[in-house]
Antibody, heavy 123, light 113 residues
Framework: EVQLVESGGGLVKPGGSLSLSCAAS????????MSWVRQAPGKGLEWVGR??????????EYAAPVKGRFTISRDDSKNTLYLQMNSLKTDDTAVYYC??????????????WGQGTLVTVSS | DIVMTQSPDSLAVSLGERATINCKSS????????????LVWYQQKPGQPPKLLIY???TRESGVPDRFSGSGSGTDFTLTISSLQADDVAVYYC?????????FGGGTKVEIK
Protein backbone atom coordinates (compact mmCIF):
# COMPACT_ATOMS: atom_id res chain seq x y z
CA GLU A 1 0.00 0.00 0.00
CA VAL A 2 1.36 3.39 -0.98
CA GLN A 3 1.74 5.75 1.96
CA LEU A 4 2.90 9.35 2.06
CA VAL A 5 3.19 11.01 5.46
CA GLU A 6 4.01 14.70 5.69
CA SER A 7 5.45 16.32 8.79
CA GLY A 8 7.06 19.55 9.91
CA GLY A 9 4.18 21.96 9.63
CA GLY A 10 3.48 24.59 12.24
CA LEU A 11 3.33 28.29 13.05
CA VAL A 12 6.12 30.53 11.78
CA LYS A 13 6.56 34.29 11.62
CA PRO A 14 6.74 36.17 8.33
CA GLY A 15 10.29 36.07 7.02
CA GLY A 16 10.97 32.81 8.82
CA SER A 17 11.85 29.36 7.56
CA LEU A 18 10.35 25.91 7.85
CA SER A 19 11.25 22.49 6.52
CA LEU A 20 8.67 19.88 5.61
CA SER A 21 9.26 16.17 5.13
CA CYS A 22 7.27 13.51 3.33
CA ALA A 23 8.04 9.90 4.24
CA ALA A 24 7.14 7.49 1.47
CA SER A 25 6.51 3.76 1.57
CA UNK A 26 4.86 1.03 -0.46
CA UNK A 27 6.47 1.89 -3.80
CA UNK A 28 9.88 2.37 -5.41
CA UNK A 29 10.48 5.93 -4.24
CA UNK A 30 13.70 6.31 -6.23
CA UNK A 31 11.75 5.76 -9.45
CA UNK A 32 9.01 8.29 -8.65
CA UNK A 33 8.78 11.91 -9.70
CA MET A 34 7.42 13.77 -6.68
CA SER A 35 5.53 16.99 -6.19
CA TRP A 36 4.36 19.40 -3.52
CA VAL A 37 0.89 20.95 -3.81
CA ARG A 38 -0.61 23.43 -1.39
CA GLN A 39 -4.10 24.55 -0.49
CA ALA A 40 -4.78 27.79 1.35
CA PRO A 41 -7.65 27.64 3.85
CA GLY A 42 -10.95 27.44 1.96
CA LYS A 43 -9.21 27.80 -1.40
CA GLY A 44 -8.25 25.62 -4.34
CA LEU A 45 -5.18 23.59 -5.15
CA GLU A 46 -1.87 25.17 -6.18
CA TRP A 47 1.14 23.30 -7.53
CA VAL A 48 4.30 24.27 -5.66
CA GLY A 49 6.88 22.29 -7.59
CA ARG A 50 8.32 18.90 -8.43
CA UNK A 51 11.53 16.94 -8.44
CA UNK A 52 12.57 14.38 -10.99
CA UNK A 53 14.16 11.03 -10.25
CA UNK A 54 17.96 10.89 -10.03
CA UNK A 55 18.07 8.92 -13.27
CA UNK A 56 16.15 11.72 -14.98
CA UNK A 57 18.57 14.29 -13.63
CA UNK A 58 17.12 14.93 -10.18
CA UNK A 59 16.23 18.51 -11.04
CA UNK A 60 13.47 20.56 -9.45
CA GLU A 61 11.05 23.03 -10.93
CA TYR A 62 8.95 25.57 -9.06
CA ALA A 63 5.85 27.67 -9.37
CA ALA A 64 6.51 31.38 -9.79
CA PRO A 65 5.20 32.44 -6.34
CA VAL A 66 7.76 30.26 -4.53
CA LYS A 67 10.71 30.27 -6.92
CA GLY A 68 13.87 31.43 -5.19
CA ARG A 69 12.37 30.91 -1.72
CA PHE A 70 11.45 27.20 -1.68
CA THR A 71 13.70 24.21 -2.39
CA ILE A 72 12.54 20.67 -3.08
CA SER A 73 14.98 17.84 -2.45
CA ARG A 74 14.92 14.11 -1.94
CA ASP A 75 16.86 11.44 -0.10
CA ASP A 76 16.24 8.17 -1.87
CA SER A 77 18.15 6.25 0.82
CA LYS A 78 15.52 7.41 3.33
CA ASN A 79 12.54 7.35 0.96
CA THR A 80 11.89 10.95 1.95
CA LEU A 81 10.93 14.11 0.08
CA TYR A 82 11.67 17.54 1.51
CA LEU A 83 10.44 21.08 1.09
CA GLN A 84 12.64 23.83 2.51
CA MET A 85 10.70 27.07 2.77
CA ASN A 86 12.52 30.35 3.38
CA SER A 87 11.42 34.00 3.50
CA LEU A 88 7.90 32.86 4.30
CA LYS A 89 4.98 35.19 3.66
CA THR A 90 1.46 35.20 5.06
CA ASP A 91 0.26 34.10 1.60
CA ASP A 92 2.19 30.84 2.08
CA THR A 93 -0.29 29.78 4.77
CA ALA A 94 -1.74 26.50 3.51
CA VAL A 95 -1.98 22.78 3.89
CA TYR A 96 1.01 21.32 2.05
CA TYR A 97 0.56 17.96 0.36
CA CYS A 98 3.20 15.73 -1.14
CA UNK A 99 2.07 13.66 -4.10
CA UNK A 100 3.49 11.21 -6.60
CA UNK A 101 3.42 11.66 -10.31
CA UNK A 102 1.81 8.59 -11.91
CA UNK A 103 4.17 5.80 -10.93
CA UNK A 104 3.94 3.78 -14.12
CA UNK A 105 4.40 6.65 -16.57
CA UNK A 106 5.95 9.60 -14.73
CA UNK A 107 3.18 11.84 -16.04
CA UNK A 108 1.87 14.72 -14.00
CA UNK A 109 -1.47 13.24 -13.00
CA UNK A 110 -0.85 13.11 -9.28
CA UNK A 111 -1.68 9.55 -8.39
CA UNK A 112 -1.09 9.30 -4.64
CA TRP A 113 -1.33 12.02 -2.01
CA GLY A 114 -0.40 12.39 1.61
CA GLN A 115 -2.80 13.73 4.22
CA GLY A 116 -1.07 17.09 4.30
CA THR A 117 0.58 19.27 6.92
CA LEU A 118 -0.59 22.76 7.86
CA VAL A 119 1.80 25.69 7.64
CA THR A 120 0.63 28.94 9.21
CA VAL A 121 2.62 32.10 8.62
CA SER A 122 1.55 34.78 11.05
CA SER A 123 3.05 37.31 13.42
CA ASP B 1 1.01 29.21 -17.96
CA ILE B 2 -2.05 27.21 -19.00
CA VAL B 3 -5.13 28.61 -17.29
CA MET B 4 -7.84 26.12 -16.32
CA THR B 5 -11.38 27.44 -15.93
CA GLN B 6 -14.10 25.33 -14.36
CA SER B 7 -17.83 25.88 -14.42
CA PRO B 8 -20.05 26.08 -12.56
CA ASP B 9 -18.50 27.04 -9.23
CA SER B 10 -21.13 24.93 -7.51
CA LEU B 11 -24.13 22.83 -8.34
CA ALA B 12 -26.87 21.06 -6.45
CA VAL B 13 -28.23 17.84 -7.92
CA SER B 14 -30.88 15.45 -6.68
CA LEU B 15 -29.84 11.97 -5.67
CA GLY B 16 -29.81 9.70 -8.71
CA GLU B 17 -29.65 12.59 -11.15
CA ARG B 18 -26.79 13.57 -13.46
CA ALA B 19 -24.11 16.08 -12.52
CA THR B 20 -21.99 17.73 -15.19
CA ILE B 21 -18.85 19.78 -14.58
CA ASN B 22 -16.97 21.65 -17.28
CA CYS B 23 -13.31 22.50 -17.57
CA LYS B 24 -11.68 24.66 -20.22
CA SER B 25 -7.96 25.12 -20.79
CA SER B 26 -6.44 28.27 -22.25
CA UNK B 27 -4.52 26.18 -24.76
CA UNK B 28 -4.78 22.64 -26.07
CA UNK B 29 -3.55 19.89 -23.76
CA UNK B 30 -3.70 17.24 -26.49
CA UNK B 31 -0.38 15.44 -26.80
CA UNK B 32 0.20 14.30 -30.36
CA UNK B 33 2.97 11.87 -29.37
CA UNK B 34 0.43 9.52 -27.75
CA UNK B 35 -2.91 10.95 -28.96
CA UNK B 36 -3.98 11.64 -25.40
CA UNK B 37 -5.19 14.66 -23.50
CA UNK B 38 -3.11 15.51 -20.43
CA LEU B 39 -6.14 16.29 -18.27
CA VAL B 40 -6.98 14.78 -14.89
CA TRP B 41 -9.97 15.05 -12.55
CA TYR B 42 -9.78 14.86 -8.77
CA GLN B 43 -12.38 14.57 -6.05
CA GLN B 44 -11.75 16.21 -2.68
CA LYS B 45 -13.94 15.64 0.34
CA PRO B 46 -13.73 17.91 3.41
CA GLY B 47 -10.61 17.32 5.47
CA GLN B 48 -9.17 14.88 2.95
CA PRO B 49 -6.52 15.10 0.24
CA PRO B 50 -7.61 15.02 -3.40
CA LYS B 51 -8.31 11.63 -4.93
CA LEU B 52 -7.55 10.96 -8.58
CA LEU B 53 -10.68 9.91 -10.49
CA ILE B 54 -9.99 10.25 -14.21
CA TYR B 55 -6.75 10.70 -16.15
CA UNK B 56 -5.98 11.20 -19.82
CA UNK B 57 -9.33 13.02 -19.79
CA UNK B 58 -11.39 9.84 -19.96
CA THR B 59 -9.59 6.90 -18.29
CA ARG B 60 -11.02 5.93 -14.92
CA GLU B 61 -8.54 5.22 -12.16
CA SER B 62 -8.70 1.70 -10.76
CA GLY B 63 -11.48 1.37 -8.20
CA VAL B 64 -13.41 4.47 -9.27
CA PRO B 65 -17.12 3.73 -9.78
CA ASP B 66 -18.28 3.70 -13.38
CA ARG B 67 -20.84 6.42 -12.71
CA PHE B 68 -17.87 8.79 -13.08
CA SER B 69 -16.87 9.50 -16.66
CA GLY B 70 -14.70 12.03 -18.43
CA SER B 71 -14.90 13.35 -21.96
CA GLY B 72 -13.57 16.06 -24.21
CA SER B 73 -10.43 16.88 -26.14
CA GLY B 74 -8.16 19.78 -26.88
CA THR B 75 -9.39 22.59 -24.66
CA ASP B 76 -12.86 21.53 -23.51
CA PHE B 77 -13.53 18.76 -21.03
CA THR B 78 -16.41 17.41 -18.97
CA LEU B 79 -16.72 15.29 -15.86
CA THR B 80 -20.08 13.54 -15.56
CA ILE B 81 -21.52 11.77 -12.57
CA SER B 82 -24.31 9.75 -14.14
CA SER B 83 -26.34 9.07 -11.00
CA LEU B 84 -25.35 11.19 -8.03
CA GLN B 85 -24.87 9.37 -4.74
CA ALA B 86 -24.63 10.92 -1.28
CA ASP B 87 -20.97 9.86 -1.14
CA ASP B 88 -20.22 12.05 -4.18
CA VAL B 89 -20.66 15.30 -2.25
CA ALA B 90 -17.26 16.91 -2.70
CA VAL B 91 -15.28 19.52 -4.58
CA TYR B 92 -14.04 18.43 -8.00
CA TYR B 93 -10.92 19.81 -9.67
CA CYS B 94 -9.51 19.48 -13.14
CA UNK B 95 -5.76 19.82 -13.73
CA UNK B 96 -3.60 19.87 -16.84
CA UNK B 97 -0.27 18.07 -16.98
CA UNK B 98 0.64 19.01 -20.51
CA UNK B 99 3.16 21.56 -19.26
CA UNK B 100 4.67 22.88 -16.06
CA UNK B 101 3.60 24.62 -14.02
CA UNK B 102 0.85 22.08 -13.46
CA UNK B 103 -2.33 24.12 -13.13
CA PHE B 104 -5.70 23.41 -11.55
CA GLY B 105 -9.17 24.65 -12.16
CA GLY B 106 -10.80 26.59 -9.37
CA GLY B 107 -12.98 23.69 -8.29
CA THR B 108 -16.68 22.83 -8.48
CA LYS B 109 -18.59 22.08 -5.31
CA VAL B 110 -21.23 19.38 -5.76
CA GLU B 111 -24.05 19.19 -3.25
CA ILE B 112 -27.33 17.32 -2.89
CA LYS B 113 -30.48 19.22 -3.81
Amino acid sequence: EVQLVESGGGLVKPGGSLSLSCAASGFAFNYAWMSWVRQAPGKGLEWVGRIKTKTAGGTSEYAAPVKGRFTISRDDSKNTLYLQMNSLKTDDTAVYYCATYRLATGTGDLQFWGQGTLVTVSS
Amino acid sequence: DIVMTQSPDSLAVSLGERATINCKSSQSVFRTSNNKNDLVWYQQKPGQPPKLLIYWASTRESGVPDRFSGSGSGTDFTLTISSLQADDVAVYYCQQYYATPLTFGGGTKVEIK
